[in-house]
């Protein structure tokens, strides 16, 4: 390859400015490694931009910095400082229940949220943040991040975290119920596909009574799933069925549990 | 606060990662003008552009830990998170609703804080001096998010040619840039 001609073709700026495709942009990464040419190519470009954008701009308006502070960062601060045994309160109070809505627009994906601490929820729900948003694409989430965000962020909407019975620090799902709408939203994490010849079912539990809220293949971590309504619920309930799915549980085959 | 930033890049990187609320503040001040900036270039109207700005800033506090230096600078990251925003934003089906909506309650639709329009600014001031066929090529590419197939459709010309000449144009940006 001429690297010479490479460079002024075009594609550094295509790629920098994230007009590229997928197979351009994996190309450029892989000459870039390389060639350091590219590389500094590429780092007077940027600079050029950077320089360029910064010199002369028009300031956002100021009450955009302050929503994005109260609805992302304070709440988290403020949570960490709640003593000890707040924890271990179930998340029903409004005040902490928008700090949940803040901190569910992180917890996309769900997925590894390993390595918790039993009680102390708030450390653990930063944790997962972080591994969370490792596993974002962040140029191809604007609109998932977004999409969650108007589900979950109403205060209608009551949250749970569905467990392994037989594994209580693996998330295998957030479940969202809006009291209002009686919509019902399944948030994926990190779970295995069942065999062929098995599928999910989440059910929810009522006075004791499950009722069926269909079934769902995983598709990837992090999938967010309508399932069907529901008036009123205590519990979800995730069982292994036959593919098609079944009329009543196989308790025996529960996959996941999460108390509302 | 103090808008000068105490911390090298690589500093204020690390502490985004770990979610210093600080180091937030100081990346916010110094980028959220640029960043509003093309935005407003993209959506052409300052409620919706404010909007596009916060839930640029979001992603980019949610996802800066994914962040690699070695794949970008920071700022070209942000940009990219941002410019993708807009263009979400200009292809929503309420994007035309809001924008009319808007103007008929007669707020203003572009800063007039100075006499020069938004388009004078930034990066447009640079695309600006472009050849017309050029600048038309990176507004459909760049500003209203036009692929290089619907680009081609738009100008009746083959998909390599337009392919060819959004990579002179682009060429031709580095250049005007870069001279400065």
Redesign the interface.
């Known amino acids: 390859m001429n690297i010479k001609e490479y460079i002024?073709?075009?594609?550094?700026?295509?790629c920098?400015?994230?007009?590229a495709t997928e197979a351009e942009q994996q190309e450029f990464?892989a000459l870039y490694i390389q060639y350091p040419e590219i590389i500094e190519a590429?780092?007077?470009?940027?600079?050029?931009?950077?320089a360029?954008?910064?010199?002369?701009?028009?300031?956002?308006?100021v009450?955009?910095?302050e929503?994005?502070?109260k609805?992302?960062?304070t709440p988290?601060?403020n949570g960490i400082h709640k003593k000890e045994k707040e924890y271990i309160t179930p998340v029903r109070s409004m005040n902490i229940w928008k700090w949940i809505a803040a901190a569910s627009?992180?917890l996309?994906a769900c997925t590894t949220w390993l390595a918790y601490s039993v009680n102390d929820k708030y450390q653990r729900l930063?944790t997962a943040?972080?591994e969370t948003?490792?596993?974002?694409?962040?140029?191809s989430?604007?609109?998932a991040?977004?999409a969650l965000k108007t589900i979950v962020d109403k205060p209608s909407v009551k949250w749970s975290t569905m467990v392994e019975p037989t594994n209580a620090s693996h998330c295998a799902a957030h479940i969202y119920w809006d009291s209002l709408s009686k919509n019902t939203f399944l948030l994926l994490g990190n779970i295995p596909k069942p065999v062929a010849n098995k599928q999910f079912q989440l059910w929810a539990v009522l006075n004791g009574h499950p009722v069926n809220l269909g079934i769902f293949d995983v598709k990837k971590e992090g999938q967010l799933i309508q399932m069907k309504n529901i008036q009123e619920a205590n519990a979800f309930t995730i069982t292994i069925e036959p593919r098609g799915g079944s009329e009543t549980p196989n308790m025996k085959a529960t996959y996941a549990l999460g108390e509302l | 606060m103090d808008l000068k930033i105490p911390y090298e890049e690589g500093e204020l990187i690390a502490l985004l990662?770990q979610?210093d609320?600080r180091a937030?503040?100081i990346l916010?001040d110094?980028?959220?003008?640029?960043i509003?900036?093309?935005v407003?270039q993209i959506v052409k109207n300052?409620e919706i552009?404010?909007n596009v700005?916060?839930?640029?800033?979001?992603?980019?506090?949610?996802?800066?830990?994914?962040?690699e230096p070695a794949?970008?600078?920071l700022?070209?990251?942000m940009?990219?998170?941002a410019?993708?925003?807009a263009i979400?934003e200009i292809k929503s089906p309420n994007y035309e609703k809001t924008l009319k909506q808007v103007s008929m309650t007669g707020k203003e639709v572009l800063?007039s804080?100075t006499e020069r329009g938004?388009d004078d600014?930034?990066?447009k001031?640079?695309t600006n001096n472009l050849e017309q066929e050029q600048k038309t090529l990176i507004e459909l590419?760049?500003y209203k998010g036009f692929t290089s197939d619907q680009i081609a459709e738009t100008l009746s010309i083959p998909e390599d040619t337009a392919k060819t000449r959004?990579?002179?144009?682009?060429?031709e940006?580095?250049n005007l840039?870069?001279k400065?």
């Open positions: 002024e073709s075009g594609i550094i700026e295509s920098v400015l994230g007009l990464e590429r780092r007077a470009f940027e600079l050029a931009l950077e360029q954008l910064l010199k002369e701009a028009v300031a956002p308006a009450h955009v910095k929503k994005i502070l609805s992302l960062t988290i601060t627009i992180l996309l930063l943040n972080i948003a490792n596993q974002l694409n962040y140029s989430h604007v609109d991040i977004m | 990662k979610k609320q937030f503040n916010y110094k980028y959220a003008p640029a509003y900036t093309i407003l300052k552009g404010n700005v916060q839930k640029a800033f979001m992603v980019i506090w949610c996802t800066v830990v994914k962040y794949k970008g600078n700022f070209i990251w940009l990219q998170i410019r993708k925003a979400d800063p804080l938004i600014f930034g990066f001031k640079i590419h760049y959004i990579r002179t144009a682009l060429s940006l580095r840039l870069c400065k």
